[in-house]
């Protein structure tokens, strides 16, 4: 039973296709993050949601006119990779472009599915084709089940909305952190990934000319992809020393989230996150932030922080970093 749709969006066929094509365009509606080999035969891997990744290949590609491509979910046992199809058909029309979506391969119960989630994502890519970006995703705030991969994907999505469409100007800034400008801070997240990234198996690509956003996306892609590969089984070295799995990654978590923080304040930016997952946070930074080791990993000592103070205050205040005053 195919899952058919179409909807109008006010922009031309090539702008359109770039909407559904590009990891820097696809971040603005559907995914977390996004791998995207953009030829026939080639493959993709889309986080969709945090603990939810859809990959396939790319059967046809007819840039400005339309795009065909294999679906399925890692992971999934009714719905592996590959198992279903999905036809993305751009038509010109007055006002701008009809974008029109079938799904085909699916039983009754996937396309119902489906139906809930291309829904909610075609009236995202809607909002994004009018106005740039169609804002946080509510799907992707809290991810069931929590764990320290769903999690990492979930700071992810925090840190990246922080870091979007900085100007130059903002580079320059001071953030909290007196050793670093926004700019030298992006270079030290950026280099925290490549470490806990290669340390599941291969060598993260990094290019620091790239826009910052888009740079710590692409790393965090390319580590988090590895990670899912190699699990959370065992442990694995990180800077000479033996560490446990699950720690590694649970330290991605902190630093998405707490850098989250500092560049918005940085820059007089507001960071909306989930509680749920600021007190998942908090946890793996009470469990990994050692009293007698804060000093060697960059931390200085906690701050008060009022009993009314949300989750992700407590974090910010527990990683030393002052709170504003009212």
Partial sequence: MPFDKTVV?????DATFALVTEP????RWQTVAARVDLRTGGGYRWTVV????AAGTFKEVDPGRRIVFTWGWEESEDLPPGTSTVTVTLTPTAGGTEVRLVHEGLSDEQAARHAEGWT???DRLAAAAVVGDAGPDEWAALPQPLDELSSAEATLAVVQRALRDLTADDMSAQTVCTEFTVAQLADHLAGSIMTIGSAAGPKIDDEPGKPVETRIADEAQQALEAWRRRGLDGTVIIGGNTVP????????SIEFLVHAWDFAA????NVNVDPALSEYVLGLAHTIIRPEARGAVGFADPVPAEHTADPFERLIAFTGRPLPTA
Avoid: C, K, T
Avoid at 24 to 27: A, D, F, V
Avoid at 245 to 252: E, N, Q, R, S
Avoid at 266 to 269: I, N, P, S, W
């Fill in 120 to 122: 909610h994502y075609l």
């Fill in 245 to 252: 799995a699950p720690i590694a990654v649970g330290i991605l």
């Fill in 24 to 27: 820097e365009r696809l971040r």
């Fill in 9 to 13: 969006v006010p922009l031309d066929p």
């Fill in 266 to 269: 940085a820059v007089d930016r």
């Fill in 50 to 53: 945090p603990g939810h990744s």
